[in-house]
């Protein structure tokens, strides 16, 4: 099972904040030891501890939407990942080859 960290509607500066959401994220490495990510801006901090089940090499969490204007961290398993990308083919470019 991954893990997820994450400050939302921050009142101090990311720079104070983001060292604390690194540190509490190593505290839960345990759940995802295959990948770390983090994304912050003035706004909120998101990390993801990645335990890899599906897509290793290029399944890394944060995922972001195409204009960058949605940032995604999940948990889970998408059982029938290969026939929703076989329905959304041709519609939808897909990032990665993971099940999120």
Known sequence: MCGIVCAFDLKQKTE??????????????????????????DKAILAHERLAIVDPASGKQPLFSKDKRLILAANGEIYNHRELRKQFDGKYEFQTQSDC
């Open 16 to 41: 104070i904040l983001r060292p604390q959401i690194l540190e509490m994220s190593k505290k839960i490495r345990h759940r995802g030891p295959d990948w770390s990510g983090i994304f912050d801006n």
